[in-house]
C-alpha cells in the first residue's frame, strides 16, 4: 500500500511539472484541475468590497416610482435654489443702484 501511496505522488508531481513545462512549439498546455487561486491580499477584499457597494448604489433607484420620486424632488431642490438665488440677484441689484443726494 506504502508503495501505491509513492507512487501517486510521483505521478501527480510529474503531471504538475509536465502542466508547467512549454512543449517543443513553446506553448504551455491549459490542463483542468490546475492550481488553486492565491488568497486574496487586504487590496483585493476592499477593491471586491467597494465593487459591491457601488452595486448596491446603482440599485436604488430600480423601480419606476423611485425614479420619479428621485427626479421630483431633484427638481424640487433646484427650484428652491433657484429661488434663492433669484432674491440674492435682486438684493444686489438694488445695493448698486445709484443714490442722488441734492447738493444745496
Known amino acids: 500500500m506504502a508503495d501505491y501511496a509513492t507512487e501517486e505522488e510521483e505521478a501527480m508531481r510529474n503531471l504538475a511539472r509536465r502542466r508547467k513545462e512549454p512543449d517543443e512549439d513553446g506553448f504551455v498546455k491549459v490542463t483542468r484541475g490546475g492550481g488553486r487561486a492565491a488568497p486574496l491580499t487586504q487590496e483585493r477584499a476592499q477593491a471586491l468590497l ?9 440599485l436604488k433607484g430600480f423601480y419606476r416610482f423611485q425614479i420619479r420620486e428621485e427626479r421630483k424632488s431633484r427638481q424640487q431642490d433646484m427650484l428652491v435654489e433657484f429661488e434663492k438665488d433669484k432674491k440674492l440677484v435682486q438684493e444686489r441689484k438694488s445695493m448698486r443702484k445709484f443714490k442722488v443726494r441734492h447738493i444745496s
Open 50 to 58: 467597494e465593487t459591491k457597494r457601488k452595486k448596491e448604489i446603482e
